[in-house]
């Protein structure tokens, strides 16, 4: 059976780093951690929370009446994979907001969604299931964040910017109004994207370049 779990809490898919940060800010919002599973089964704990088993043991764990989950993996398509086979097996994707983002009461936020510390979403914006908001990155007006996007910490898109599905942009990167950033594009850290940018490209610099598909 293993050890006796929080029925209420919620249980994350991933044990790295990300998964310390969606734990606390899951913590600061007033909701508890049940347990986790991991590609690395090994049993452990982060930050307190049992690490129970790989994600086989996700059936045992809603047999059991646990129903909320989170899925804190960075690599956008195996989010979206992980999150799609939680759904199907009934649970509910739960969202991870820090208590100090700040979120326009006109914006719409999807299902399994992180935002974490110090961001703000401003008005009419509206952020896809399973997407993250990753520490300090600001969201102007009316953009569109495609399902289980990333948007690096520190990063920026001015107003009315577009975000394909599974895109990622890089730590410090930003957008200029009213660009659309493609379908599984990848934005490097730090670079400015001052025009489209087409699905599945890889982009970096000031002004952001094409430097090949992404990897
Ligand atoms: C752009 C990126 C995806 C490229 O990764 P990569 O293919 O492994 O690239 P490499 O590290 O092999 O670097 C290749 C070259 O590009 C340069 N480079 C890497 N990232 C760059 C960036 N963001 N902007 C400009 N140049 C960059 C490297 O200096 C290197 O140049 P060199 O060949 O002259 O030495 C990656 O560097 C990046 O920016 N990732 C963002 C990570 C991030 O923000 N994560 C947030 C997690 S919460």
Do not use: W, Y
Request: a neutral charge; hydrophobic letters at 45%; aromatic letters at 2%.
């Amino acid at each position: 059976m293993g050890p006796t779990l929080d029925i209420g809490g919620v249980v994350i898919i991933g044990g790295g780093g990300h998964a310390k940060v969606v734990i606390e800010s899951l913590r600061a919002s007033g909701q508890t951690v049940a347990a986790i599973v991991d590609a690395d089964p090994t049993p452990r704990a982060v930050l307190g929370v049992p690490v129970v088993g790989d994600d086989a043991k996700l059936a045992e764990l809603k047999g059991r009446g646990l129903s909320k989950l989170f899925v804190a993996i960075g690599d956008n398509r195996l989010r979206q994979v992980l999150g799609r086979k939680g759904r199907d097996m009934g649970f509910s994707l739960v969202n991870a907001i820090h208590p100090s983002a700040v979120i326009s009461p006109t914006a719409t936020i999807g299902e399994g969604v992180a935002i974490m510390a110090g961001v703000a979403i401003n008005a009419d914006s509206r952020v896809g299931d399973l997407a993250i908001v990753n520490t300090g990155a600001v969201v102007d007006h009316d953009c569109v964040l495609g399902a289980a996007c990333h948007l690096g910490p520190a990063s920026a898109l001015a107003g009315t910017v577009t975000m394909g599905e599974r895109a990622f942009l890089g730590v410090g990167a930003r957008a200029i109004p009213g660009v659309s950033i493609g379908t599984d594009t990848i934005v490097g850290a730090g670079g400015v994207v001052a025009r489209d940018l087409p699905d599945g490209v890889l982009a970096i610099g000031v002004p952001a370049k094409i430097k090949g598909d992404r990897r």
